[in-house]
């Protein structure tokens, strides 16, 4: 390539010396280059050190404009290169990120280097391109600010995840260098072994560098090795992903990114079951960076899944602590480094282990763990804090996605509602429902006609996308319901536990009127499988519902009332321990002891069996109900069935032998 850029610059008889006006721009424009990295080294140390990086950048750019006024030439190629590769790394320094567009820059510089040499490429792919030139250019000028040109292009392609492309170009510089170098071994990783046997080119000190090459280098490899490790943590290959966190552990990076590292190894360790591993890296991760605080919210959730609760409170409570502190100053994780790690790492998964958290979502977990463990008194304190943020605007500061740990807003009012409740404040408790049935009430048709496995019936219909707009609609209709009806149910139980017998009995008939708005149709619809979970809920609260009525028609000495109920409980879920038992003490009270007998013996032979089963089945209950489920339990087992045994044996004495 050499002789063929000597036979296209010496078409003349002899070669024609380089003009002296040629070689007075170079000198001069090589001071200008060194002179912009001389400033750069002496304010890489101070503050606002973006600001002098668009400055420099800027700079640079108007350079590499003037350099590229003139035809391209081999003698002016090492610097343009040069002033390419030290612009491409202050405009990652100015804005403080790998812009996908601003590596078109180095496109433009191959095909320079190209047109010195009398060959062309602008049809070429970038990976061609490299291909090409590698190859074919073996001008010894080049090598080396073509290798640091090179290193850039692999960390704007590792920052697009295009790892085959980083491997591919690394295997060709190293096979530029030596042919025999590029060789990885078994069982060792490809790309990683690939930047690891590369070169690194000698620094010129007529042409300093804004970053060394070396450092880049060992960038690259870090980078590398943390992508990949969170890929195979994506992936659930969690040896693999171990490994090669580690390897990036192992690398260049600063506290922050070593941190977060170490997040991801805990996260790792806890997907594979290994809780006490878990704590040890995210333990790490806060003695390195105490302010990266993902950790300890994995810290938080790998004592929840031991049922360590008291521990898990702690970390909650030092969580929401650190979250309430002013957080420092934003700074630079280095001055020092235009190209760093964390500019070149960005994956979902990163993302959602390392998703900062809001203050109220800690609150809420605090109040809701505290509900879960029976801490009444702390989870009242605790939803209270939370209401009080809502009421500052909450909705402006929380993700309303998937990511957020927080449920739907009147979930939590009606879980507030249930601390509340436990809490003797049953004023109180009716006030925060009636808060959620005043919202709701807008929101629900008067009618909603629900099918059987309705969700995969409408997705095969023709206008799948409009059916599922019209599905997300009706399921949003049916949570509003739920809701609604939830408020009605938790107010039934707190004016029962108030001695309000006959206002409980409407607010219990308010929330059973309200559930008649729901239409099943389908042949299973009585079978939990069949259900939507929004429907299964809605059939929870009219059970418990049925039973909180018929339990007041009974205080009332209203046992006819009280007996309808506890059969239509029986008809909603079959084989319900405490629909069974209340059905035998309204047939006692009922004074129809026979029948009450007859049915006690029924269930007390098949309940054992069924409750276990009845405990196993359907959904998770949600948390919101727990205490109206616990409150429906039949409280007096023992009396009845003494009463009903003593019945069975006066008349089996009766009997006639």
């Known amino acids: 390539m050499a002789a063929a850029m000597k036979r296209r610059r010496g078409t003349d008889p002899g070669p024609e010396p380089e003009p002296e006006a040629e070689r007075g721009y170079l000198r001069a424009w090589a001071a200008q280059s060194r002179a912009v990295v001389g400033r750069w080294t002496m304010a890489r140390c101070g503050g606002e050190t973006r600001r002098v990086c668009r400055q420099l950048r800027d700079e640079l750019r108007e350079l590499l404009r003037s350099i590229r006024g003139l035809p391209a030439a081999l003698p002016a190629l090492p610097l343009e290169l040069t002033v390419l590769y030290n612009s491409l790394l202050f405009t990652v320094g100015a804005s403080d990120s790998v812009i996908k567009g601003e590596a078109e820059g180095i496109r433009q510089g191959l095909l320079r280097v190209l047109e010195a040499c009398g060959a062309c490429g602008q049809d070429l792919g970038t990976e061609e391109l490299w291909e090409k030139v590698l190859q074919e250019v073996t001008v010894e000028e080049l090598q080396a600010p073509l290798h640091r040109l090179g290193a850039l292009q692999a960390a704007w392609w590792l920052a697009a995840s295009q790892l085959g492309s980083v491997a591919g170009l690394f295997q060709l510089l190293s096979t530029a260098e030596d042919p025999g170098r590029a060789h990885c071994s078994e069982g060792q990783n490809k790309l990683l072994s690939l930047i690891k046997a590369w070169r690194v080119p000698p620094e010129g000190a007529s042409l300093p560098l804004a970053q060394s090459a070396k450092d880049l280098k060992e960038i690259l490899r870090t980078a590398a090795a943390f992508l990949q490790g969170l890929q195979e943590l994506e992936a659930g290959n969690f040896p693999t992903a171990i490994s090669l966190l580690q390897e990036a552990a192992g690398g260049f990076c600063f506290k922050n990114i070593l941190a977060q590292i170490h997040t991801c190894l805990g996260c790792c360790s806890q997907r594979m079951g290994k809780p006490q591993t878990a704590l040890q890296h995210l333990k790490q991760a806060l003695q390195v960076d105490f302010q990266c605080l993902p950790a300890l919210s994995h810290v938080a959730a790998v004592y929840h899944d031991l049922g360590e609760i008291d521990t898990e409170l702690q970390a909650l409570t030092l969580l929401y602590e650190a979250l309430g502190k002013s957080p420092p100053a934003a700074a630079s994780s280095s001055p020092y480094f235009l190209m760093r790690t964390e500019l070149l790492v960005h994956t979902p998964v990163l993302t959602s282990l390392l998703r900062p958290c809001h203050p109220s979502e800690v609150k809420y977990l605090l109040a809701q763990r505290c509900l879960q463990d029976g801490r009444v008194a702390d989870a009242v304190e605790h939803y209270l804090d939370f209401l009080s943020l809502l009421q500052e605007g909450l909705q402006q500061q929380v993700p309303l996605d998937g990511s957020s740990a927080l449920p739907r807003i009147p979930e939590v009012f009606l879980e507030a509602a249930s601390a509340l409740e436990q809490a003797g404040r049953h004023q109180d408790a009716i006030t925060v429902c009636e808060e959620v049935i005043s919202r709701t009430t807008d929101l629900i048709p008067r009618v909603l006609r629900v099918e059987e496995r309705q969700e995969q019936l409408e997705s095969s219909l023709p206008g799948a996308e409009l059916a599922g707009?019209?599905?997300?609609?009706?399921?949003?209709?049916?949570?509003?319901?739920?809701?609604?009806?939830?408020?009605?149910?938790?107010?039934?139980?707190?004016?029962?536990?108030?001695?309000?017998?006959?206002?409980?009995?409407?607010?219990?008939?308010?929330?059973?009127?309200?559930?008649?708005?729901?239409?099943?149709?389908?042949?299973?619809?009585?079978?939990?499988?069949?259900?939507?979970?929004?429907?299964?809920?809605?059939?929870?609260?009219?059970?418990?519902?049925?039973?909180?009525?018929?339990?007041?028609?009974?205080?009332?000495?209203?046992?006819?009332?009280?007996?309808?109920?506890?059969?239509?409980?029986?008809?909603?879920?079959?084989?319900?321990?405490?629909?069974?038992?209340?059905?035998?003490?309204?047939?006692?009270?009922?004074?129809?002891?026979?029948?009450?007998?007859?049915?006690?013996?029924?269930?007390?032979?098949?309940?054992?069996?069924?409750?276990?089963?009845?405990?196993?089945?359907?959904?998770?209950?949600?948390?919101?109900?727990?205490?109206?489920?616990?409150?429906?339990?039949?409280p007096h087992s023992e009396t009845l069935a003494r009463s009903i045994q003593d019945y069975l044996r006066a008349a089996a004495q009766d009997t006639p032998r």
Do not use: M
Not at 521 to 546: A, D, F, W
């Open 469 to 634: 707009g019209l599905l997300s609609q009706k399921k949003e209709s049916l949570c509003c319901l739920a809701w609604r009806a939830a408020g009605y149910l938790h107010q039934g139980w707190a004016w029962a536990k108030l001695g309000e017998s006959k206002e409980a009995v409407t607010q219990f008939s308010r929330c059973l009127s309200d559930l008649l708005r729901v239409q099943l149709h389908g042949s299973g619809i009585r079978h939990t499988e069949n259900l939507q979970p929004e429907v299964e809920v809605l059939q929870k609260i009219r059970l418990l519902s049925l039973l909180g009525r018929g339990t007041q028609f009974l205080e009332l000495g209203r046992n006819k009332e009280a007996l309808l109920d506890f059969q239509h409980s029986l008809q909603i879920s079959p084989g319900d321990p405490a629909a069974a038992s209340y059905l035998v003490q309204a047939l006692w009270e009922l004074n129809r002891k026979q029948e009450a007998a007859a049915q006690w013996q029924k269930f007390s032979q098949s309940c054992p069996a069924e409750d276990g089963q009845q405990q196993g089945q359907g959904r998770p209950l949600p948390l919101y109900l727990v205490s109206c489920q616990q409150q429906a339990v039949f």
